[in-house]
């Protein structure tokens, strides 16, 4: 044996040894928000207690991201390792067998301290598909000196019609302050959802048992009337343009009286750094009209492993550090208790540090509770999801109908007309997917 | 007095070259005076022009929080290369359809121009699954090839007109003094449409690093461009304006500096042939 060739199967076992040691990367596709852009800041926590598991990152608009991993776990084109997916998404995918059971995470992870309705909704048949990051509901945050100055004490639980008093009394266009902002832009998750769970309160549902379409039922009526009353009496100018930014916007600017939206959105309205009215702001739970339901949505952005991944082990070590107690005191320890993500686990909500630090932290936990994705209304439904119907036709269905809402909140067409065309579309819809034969 | 009337005219036209001017760049504007906006201020109505606390600190946060130079470098390599590969297919094209036409050459143009008719999201899933098959998912050479043929029906044309410019007879001189159909193209044809080939390069240059939608879905985390870049910076939930508009900036500047200094070519190329 040569002296070159000695040298070169060196070289070859030195390149095998490195290529063993070399570390296994994890591509995480995520959405840009305060609390996953925080993860990705302290994931150097991670990386530093596993060296041998390197994280790269896709931020992108929900969306496009939404789109962009359908494509890929649907086509197992394999891009991603750990995906932000949502409980619209996670029921469905599960059902397909896309995503990876996480029915064996360790002991300390503590799966039965994760809040009950959120991990109801990431389950499917009890097992769970996905790892909540954080869970959000929606509820009423109000102008405390405004209502003061109008005489109105809120209750912790109102009626809609309190909130039609209250949306009056507050409401003074002159100053360009209006009494309530609502979400007005059409999509699947802008309007559509506002309004799907406001008309859950009043009794509606989009379909029977049958999956028959229900836009055409009283309690529809009734809710859709009310909610283009509000909008147009006491709403800002423009709301059929106005998604959550725009209010939150709104809000941040001492705009509006009252504002019903996800309750993620107190830290913001209540961080002095971007609000003018961080400290006039006050919390209630989400609207009912006496039948024993509230107009509150459930929502958890999630990490899931797509079915398929080479790299399931480290995905799964990730998911289960990501969403853990630990995380949530490391949160803690770099940005401050009122930071760490909400809505997923009973023991945050135990924590006299936290129940300081976040003012909303307890209306937070009681809107979550009040959700029962299972039976989001007030008859019994076919499906599962309060502000969407967790079926794979929801999200082009959805957005086609918030078309038709928000073109009757911008005056285009009647109430009656916008119901009747959701009725026809929805039917027209559900019949080719067979679901109504 | 008529030219009086001829200098008010050209006075009015002036005025109004600039309005529409600074009407298309209003935007671009406000996205750059944006970017050095605190978020509060971002959002602030009545909005402040020129009035506010300047502050880089959305582009320190920007550069900390993502890989600038890495998306630049794959904006960079994803356009050049759609660029140059384009060219090498679309002159030779472009020659045969101006200098050799067949009967059917008119139609064989419409039918690469309706091509762009297509919505891309129409062809997405067979075009994904045949990266995936092939391994060209989140690579730059995939998106090479995709740009260049998403863009070669407007480089062909684009060329196919500047050369139905250029005399026949000078090739045919250059045939008679027994240049090779090679030497034709490389030594005459392509230095007499130099402007041409120009323009037709630039814009292709910025309509790849624009590419949104091919760049977006057929990448992950290696070979994602600057529109992915800033599309990380978009949020329905929470007010990222701010630092939105510096990525925006950041994203936007380098083809903004190219065209700036090519204008007078680009404009040219654009305009050539255009009067006869």
Redesign the interface.
Known sequence: MTKTTRALMGATALCGMAAVAQAETL?I?T????DM?RM??LSSAFTEQNPDIEL?????????LR??VT??IA??????DVMTIGTYEVPIWAAQGWLVPLDDLPEEYDVDDLLPSIRAGLSVDDTLYAVPFYGESSMVMYRTDLAEAAGIEFPEAPTWDFIKEAAAAMTDKENEVYGICMRGKAGW??NTAFITSMANSYGARWFDENWMPQFDSEAWQTAFSDYLMLQNEYGAPGSANN???EN??LF??G?CGMWID?T?AAS?VTNP??STVADKVGFALAPDNGLGKRGNWLWAWSLGIPAGTDAEDAAKTFVAWATSKEYAELVAENEGWANVPPGTRTSLYENPAYLEAASFAEMTLESINAADPQNPTVDPVPYTGIQFVAIPEFQGIGTAVGQQFAAALAGQKSAEEALQAAQDLTMQEMQAAGYIQ | MARAVSTRRKVGYTIAAWIIGLAIFFPILWTILTSFKTEAEAISSPPSFLFFQWTTENYSTVMERSNYFRHFWNSVVISLGSTVLGLIIAIPAAWSMAFVPAKHTKNVLMWMLSTKMLPPVGVLIPIYLIFRDVGLLDTKTGLVIVLTLINLPIIVWMLYTYFKEIPGEILEASRMDGASLRDEIIHVLTPMAVPGIASTLLLNVILAWNEAFWTLNLTAAKAAPLTAFIASYSSPEGLFYAKLSAASTMAIAPILILGWFSQKQLVRGLTFGAVK
């Open positions: 591509t596709a959405v840009n928000n305060g852009i990705q800041e790269d990152w896709v931020t992108l608009e929900e969306n496009v789109q962009r494509t890929d086509t197992k084109g394999g891009q991603y998750g802008e998604g959550f930014n939150l916007a941040q600017q705009k996800a993620v913001f750094d971007d």
